[in-house]
């Protein structure tokens, strides 16, 4: 990875800005986009694997809080 790490924010499978640090990409997407969903990655960073017990899937969401 380059010494200079540069940010990039996605939203709705769109490619939104790129930004020189984490900090500067969060308070921009949260200004734009509120709470989310958006994503935020460093370029050249490795992909990250998630367990399935953490993916979130909207298509199970309903308009009710489920416990």
């Not at 924010?9 to 734009?32: N, P, R, T």
């Not at 509120?34 to 899937?57: D, E, K, T």
């Amino acid at each position: 990875m380059s010494e200079m790490a540069r940010w990039v924010v996605i939203h709705s499978a769109a490619f939104e800005a790129v930004y020189d640090s984490f900090e500067l990409a969060a308070v921009e997407a949260v200004k734009k986009f509120g709470r989310g969903p958006y994503l935020i990655r460093q370029i050249g960073a490795p992909p990250v694997s998630l367990p399935a017990s953490v993916m979130y899937h909207p298509s199970y969401a309903g308009d009710k809080l489920r416990v």
